[in-house]
């Protein structure tokens, strides 16, 4: 198992679904973690399950929050060594055509500017680190176009030249930046989008699932776990000379549907 023994992590979204599994897994694998999240319940839980982790109530849409967020982060962990940027909402489901406008700078507002802003608070801390790490949750959407869901992919594409970018800007400074590319996660919220598509299509939900199955050639949705495993090794030493990537997680999904 790779380790993450003395490494200070704070982790965007970090109370539920992906965002908490890769909180868990740096904490379990000896990081010291701070989560932050809009959630504030959430974020109850997850210092219920795992104590030692650290939280903050956030926005990332609200440069002022993000900049006490930070601050409060790195004051209790005394620095910063990984940055895991999760934080993102899904957005309208409308063509291109019917899309209502302040939705898709909603969209844009937290998943690209979001962060952004995050990442340029945190760069002074990392800067710092002797092994600095940011990694970047993009999305099978960040890989091919997606019918009906133009915000939400745009913003997905949009954090693969960030990350690029960011690659060669911080590269000098000894830090290393990737992304990963999540197919259809297995959890509540994916089964709401079969429910959904059931209700409209009049299939079945199993048959919705298996219709999303036969656009992968491993046959079965992505654990969050496994994203969290990815996240860690990224963020590990066994990773040293990684940095520049997009690394998808999705068992092989061949489009966005």
């Not at 656009?215 to 496994?226: G, L």
Request: glycine content about 10%; hydrophobic content about 45%.
């Amino acid at each position: 198992m790779t380790t993450s023994n003395g490494q200070r992590v704070l982790i965007t979204a970090g109370a539920g679904g992906i965002g908490r599994a890769i909180a868990v897994a740096f904490a379990a694998a000896g990081a010291r973690v701070h989560a932050c999240d809009i959630d504030a319940a959430a974020l109850n839980d997850l210092r219920a399950q795992a104590p030692g982790i650290t939280t903050s109530v956030c926005d990332i849409a609200d440069r002022g929050a993000v900049g006490r967020m930070v601050k409060e982060a790195t004051d209790a962990m005394g620095g910063l060594d990984v940055l895991v940027n999760n934080a993102g909402i899904a957005g309208p489901a409308a063509s291109v055509a019917d899309m209502d406008p302040d939705a898709w700078e909603a969209v844009l507002r937290v998943n690209l500017t979001g962060t952004f802003t995050v990442t340029q608070a945190a760069i002074p801390h990392l800067k710092q680190s002797a092994a600095g790490s940011i990694v970047v949750m993009s999305s099978l959407a960040g890989r091919f176009g997606y019918p009906n869901r133009s915000p939400y992919s745009t913003t997905k594409w949009g954090l693969i030249g960030f990350t690029k970018t960011l690659s060669r800007e911080l590269g000098e400074f000894g830090i290393r930046v990737n992304a990963i590319l999540p197919g259809a996660v297995d959890g509540p919220r994916l089964q709401q989008v079969f429910e959904g598509r059931a209700s409209t299509s009049g299939r079945s939900v199993a048959q919705e699932e298996a219709s999303a199955l036969a656009n992968q050639s491993i046959k079965r949705f992505v654990d969050p776990a496994d994203i969290a495993a990815l996240a860690v090794f990224l963020a590990s030493g066994a990773a040293r000379s990684i940095s520049g990537q997009m690394i998808p997680i999705d068992g092989d999904s061949q489009s966005a549907s």
